[in-house]
């Protein structure tokens, strides 16, 4: 199975690589930092050496890259599994926050998964089938303090994520929102918050894993988690 992933060096990216590496499934990534895909491509082979494992360093933010990344991705065949998980957090509150955050948060969470499933929609579309799934977040359903532009960005993609499952649900393509709570990753390094406290990335990857090997008539359209003591 073609399994695109994008946004794959580290965090619930790299954690669902795994999950669908430890499957033996041919997984094509992309990550904006060069050191970070090359580290995680070598890891995920040696660890899984049964999965084939491709890389290409793209800056999703741009449309461009996204074009080329989908051709890229095509010419290995048609993903049977698209995850549009490529975007970042940028702290903030609507009033005060730097002149074109707006626009910077805009393009890394939203227009990343717009460009890319655009790029690969037609061939998918030719199949019949496949299952898209975007990472939303917990920001997407609630607002909530410094949330600012990135709250926006994620209300925004699960707009997108909703429209999606509309227009294509009767193509034989699920579409999937995955809304995250807080979830330990390096940027929660040295923020004093216990791993504990939070989730793992890891709880992210096993549930869309799930959801991906569900019967083709069956779709789960939102997964919401949160840590069981709750929203920070």
Not at 53 to 71: N, V, Y
Not at 209 to 231: C, K, N, T, Y
Request: aromatic share 8%.
């Amino acid at each position: 199975m073609l399994v695109v992933i994008t946004g794959a060096s580290q965090g619930i990216g790299y954690s669902v690589a795994e999950a669908f590496a430890a499957a033996g499934h041919t997984l094509l990534i992309c990550s904006k930092t060069p050191a970070r895909l090359t580290a995680a491509s070598q890891a995920l082979a040696s660890k899984y050496p049964a999965a084939t494992i491709h890389s290409r360093q793209a800056d999703l933010s741009k449309q461009e890259d996204c074009t080329a990344f989908g051709q890229w991705c095509l010419s290995f065949g048609t993903p049977a599994i698209l995850i549009n998980n490529a975007g970042f957090f940028m702290p903030g509150d609507i009033a005060d926050e730097k002149q074109g955050i707006l626009e910077t948060q805009i393009a890394a969470n939203l227009y990343s998964a717009y460009h890319t499933t655009r790029s690969l929609l037609p061939a998918m579309i030719q199949e019949g089938a496949g299952h898209i799934f975007n990472i939303c977040s917990i920001a997407s359903l609630q607002a909530y303090p410094q949330g600012g532009a990135y709250s926006i960005s994620k209300f925004a993609l699960d707009g997108f994520s909703k429209n999606l499952r509309v227009e294509l649900k009767d193509k034989g393509i699920k579409v999937t929102g995955v809304y995250p709570g807080a979830t330990y990753t390096n940027s929660w390094a040295g923020s004093g918050v216990a791993p504990s406290r939070i989730m793992e990335a890891n709880d992210i990857a096993k549930m869309i894993f799930a959801a991906a090997h569900l019967s083709p008539q069956a779709v789960v359209e939102d997964i919401v988690m949160r840590p069981q003591l709750g929203d920070l």
